[in-house]
């Protein structure tokens, strides 16, 4: 008979007093095993007191795992043998069913590994580089452009690089000694004369933004200006046909067009009662913000056609050049960049003339509305692609009047509203019938003229339904009667009752200049309203401190986290030297203002005036106009004493040269009392 010897492994072997070192308790509960007072939050915990090493407590450790799960429910116990877990803690999933997760999409698709490549390269395309030789050719590489770069010789004998970059229509020249741009010369070697005599003006702009400023590093020279005007020239080049179709030369013919209409406007106002003695800056400035617009070709730092309508401080002229120059680089200009992009549908193609209005201007025959002039506009004839394998793609069948077919190119004209114009949804949709076009479908959320104009913080909940305000704070320099400045504090409040959807115009396509001169007197209307509101809730205000409410003291605003950057801004808002000699206002002025958009853009301003309350409704009619509905400032008698007596019109008028509610109410204040 064998001798009964130990097995390797002890779990082969049955349970022994030995392997148990407590006893079992009288009741059976879900802890009331050793081992599953180890998984128990509330079980004992074990000390060196309690704890004792020993054989069979090494050999309970060793092997816990054997030790069964007791409870005092069967029906749990029978549950968890249902989902495989046996009583030595061995969970087994495997017959646990989860449902088909073979079928489910991946959570990263290509979809979206595209879409997150996409915003990297948009990301690090903001970024151009500095100017340099190789910053240059990667530049036009990235475009699209022909890149070809060889060395030079300079006058003096000293070695220079020439880098060529050239389209199809266009070729730049841009001479470099040792990574510092010298000279750069822009060509047209193939267009029209119409195009040509405008190159000069586009090599200044296109120098000056690749030469160093006085003391300036090369280091922090930056190629992001120059290159907004080589994409610019680019987007014409790509979509230019040669032969058959050039860009360029049909935003010439615009201009031609525009620039007859801009000077028989200036004439005509020459010939009105007290414009005679104006200067020529003048009246192109009325004919730009009252008539038919201002065409510029390569102006303010850009390159291409702009059709200016709109300029803050209009009727504050400069008295000097050198004041000239520091208005024409400070302030806002109003425009309609004037491009070309492919074409979609329900838009005319590109036609390429210089007679889009007739030598004549006008018509004969007399105007239908007595203000409005009988212009002559004409219909220039299609632009007809030869037929070769170049022109097979890029141009489109279409039938002429003839009810002919002929191939015209998949290009149109664009305007693009520089800055963006904010206007109502059914003001939207009336530009989009201007131009004959169907308005784009709308999808999703449709934003209010409010959130566009003044963006609602992130976090804060506005129902769109309920009344929005505005609080600003500003101080205001006024002059009194006899001249004397003082600064006064303005505490401003914007109320929007109405909710107005409204949409941020950023671009339109057109088939006619004739269709940009109708849209303009809307343009003008929406434009002198976000320049009201920007002058008294803008960028150039700030938050206003709430009011403390009545019987309770000021509480003094903790300086915990005011930062370095908060230091220097607050030092950088103080008065300058020249605000030592302005008498400051303690008495704060509360002006409220009420905003209406539909279905005309109207305001409601009321401020302390004499010993009562100014209640003024006012409407801004296209071009701008002001007029003064409803008033209680101006008096109601006759007064042959005072003069000539002030009328609505007039308020209206002032209102048109401030251009700023808070100095307009200051001016009633101080002129009507």
Same mark, same amino acid.
């Given at each position: 008979m064998a001798t009964p010897t130990a097995m390797k492994h002890a779990s082969q072997q049955g349970r022994t007093p030995s392997q148990l070192a407590a006893a079992t308790p009288p009741v059976s509960t879900p802890f009331s095993n050793p081992a599953h007072?180890?998984?128990?939050?509330?079980?004992?915990?074990? =000390?060196?007191?309690?704890?004792?090493?020993?054989?069979?407590?090494?050999?309970?450790?060793?092997?816990?795992?054997?030790v069964p799960l007791n409870f005092d429910s069967p029906s749990t116990a029978a549950a968890m043998g249902a989902l495989g877990i046996t009583g030595g803690l061995d969970v087994n999933l495997n017959n646990v069913d989860v449902g088909n997760l073979s079928g489910l999409? =991946?959570?990263?698709?290509?979809?979206?590994?595209?879409?997150?490549?996409?915003?990297?390269?948009?990301? *690090? %395309?903001?970024?151009?580089?500095?100017?340099?030789?190789?910053?240059? !050719?990667?530049? $036009?590489?990235?475009?699209? @452009?022909?890149?070809?770069?060889?060395?030079?010789?300079?006058?003096?004998?000293?070695?220079?690089?020439?880098?060529?970059?050239?389209?199809?229509? +266009?070729?730049? %020249?841009?001479?470099?000694?040792?990574?510092i741009v010298e000279n750069i010369s822009l060509a047209f070697p193939e267009s029209a004369a119409s195009v040509t005599k405008h190159v000069g003006r586009a090599s200044e702009i296109l120098l000056k933004d690749l030469q160093l400023r006085p003391n300036q590093s090369p280091l922090t020279?930056?190629?992001?200006?120059?290159?907004?005007?080589?994409?610019?020239?680019?987007?014409?080049?790509?979509?230019?046909?040669?032969?058959?179709?050039?860009?360029?030369? /049909? @935003?010439?013919?615009?201009?031609?067009?525009?620039?007859?209409?801009?000077?028989?406007?200036?004439?005509?106002? &020459?010939?009105?009662?007290?414009?005679?003695?104006?200067?020529?800056?003048? *009246?192109?400035?009325? $004919?730009?913000?009252?008539?038919?617009?201002?065409?510029?070709?390569? =102006?303010?730092?850009?390159?291409?056609?702009?059709?200016?309508?709109?300029?803050?401080?209009?009727?504050?002229?400069?008295?000097?050049?050198?004041?000239?120059?520091?208005? $024409?680089?400070?302030?806002?200009?109003?425009? @309609?960049?004037?491009?070309?992009?492919?074409?979609?549908? !329900?838009?005319?193609?590109?036609?390429?003339?210089?007679n889009w209005l007739s030598k004549d201007v006008i018509k004969s025959e007399p105007s239908i509305d007595p203000k409005q002039p009988n212009l002559d506009w004409q219909e220039p004839d299609n632009v007809v692609l030869p037929p070769s394998e170049e022109n097979k793609n890029a141009g489109m069948e279409m039938l002429q009047p003839d009810l002919s077919t002929a191939r015209v190119p998949q290009v149109m004209f664009i305007a693009t509203f520089d800055p963006p114009i904010i206007m109502s949804h059914n003001d939207w949709t009336h530009l989009y019938n201007i131009v004959n076009?169907?308005?784009?479908?709308?999808?999703?959320?449709?934003?209010?003229? %409010?959130?566009?104009?003044?963006?609602?913080?992130?976090?804060?909940?506005?129902?769109?339904?309920?009344? &929005?305000?505005? =609080? &600003?704070?500003?101080?205001?320099?006024?002059? %009194?009667?006899?001249?004397?400045? /003082?600064?006064?504090?303005?505490?401003?409040?914007?109320? +929007?009752?109405?909710?107005?959807y409204s949409h941020r115009v950023t671009e339109i396509p057109f088939s006619h200049p004739q269709q940009l001169i109708y849209m303009l007197p809307l343009l003008r209307q929406y434009a002198f309203l976000a320049t009201l509101l920007e002058n008294s809730f803008g960028s150039e205000t700030k938050e206003a401190v709430p009011l403390p409410k009545r019987g309770d003291a000021a509480v003094q605003q903790p300086k915990s986290n005011v930062t370095t950057r908060d230091e220097l801004a607050d030092f950088m808002k103080t008065a300058s030297v020249s605000d030592e000699t302005v008498t400051p206002d303690s008495s704060e002025l509360k002006l409220d203002v009420t905003l209406w958009v539909h279905p005309m853009p109207h305001l409601q301003v009321v401020f302390p005036f004499k010993n009562s309350i100014a209640n003024i409704t006012l409407k801004i009619l296209?071009?701008?106009?002001?007029?003064?509905?409803?008033?209680?400032?101006?008096?109601?008698? !006759?007064?042959? $004493?005072?003069?000539?007596?002030?009328? &609505?019109?007039?308020l209206g008028k002032v209102l048109e040269h401030m251009e700023d509610l808070c100095k307009w109410a200051e001016w009633i204040r101080t002129r009507l009392t």
């Open positions: 007072a180890a998984f128990s939050p509330r079980g004992p915990k074990s =000390s060196p007191q309690q704890f004792k090493k020993s054989p069979a407590t090494s050999s309970l450790m060793a092997h816990i795992s054997n999409p =991946s959570l990263v698709n290509e979809d979206d590994k595209l879409k997150r490549l996409e915003t990297i390269i948009a990301t *690090l %395309d903001k970024k151009k580089g500095l100017v340099s030789e190789a910053g240059l !050719e990667r530049l $036009a590489q990235r475009i699209g @452009l022909d890149c070809l770069s060889e060395d030079t010789t300079a006058p003096d004998g000293r070695k220079q690089r020439t880098l060529v970059i050239a389209g199809s229509a +266009i070729q730049l %020249d841009i001479i470099l000694d040792n990574n020279k930056t190629l992001d200006d120059f290159a907004n005007n080589l994409e610019r020239l680019a987007v014409l080049d790509k979509l230019s046909i040669v032969p058959g179709l050039d860009c360029h030369e /049909a @935003l010439a013919g615009i201009y031609a067009s525009l620039e007859r209409l801009h000077q028989w406007d200036v004439a005509k106002l &020459r010939e009105e009662p007290g414009m005679s003695d104006k200067s020529d800056g003048a *009246l192109s400035m009325a $004919a730009m913000c009252t008539r038919h617009g201002f065409p510029v070709m390569h =102006s303010k730092d850009r390159v291409g056609l702009a059709l200016q309508y709109w300029k803050v401080l209009r009727h504050i002229q400069p008295t000097n050049e050198q004041m000239a120059s520091f208005t $024409a680089s400070r302030e806002q200009v109003w425009s @309609l960049l004037i491009g070309c992009a492919p074409i979609i549908d !329900e838009v005319m193609p590109v036609r390429v003339s210089e076009i169907k308005a784009p479908q709308l999808y999703g959320y449709v934003p209010t003229f %409010d959130s566009l104009l003044f963006p609602i913080p992130p976090g804060s909940a506005q129902d769109p339904s309920e009344l &929005r305000a505005i =609080s &600003r704070q500003r101080d205001v320099r006024i002059f %009194d009667k006899n001249q004397k400045p /003082a600064l006064k504090p303005h505490r401003n409040t914007l109320y +929007i009752y109405k909710q107005v296209e071009d701008g106009v002001v007029d003064v509905a409803e008033e209680n400032v101006l008096p109601r008698t !006759e007064d042959n $004493a005072q003069g000539k007596r002030l009328t &609505r019109a007039d």
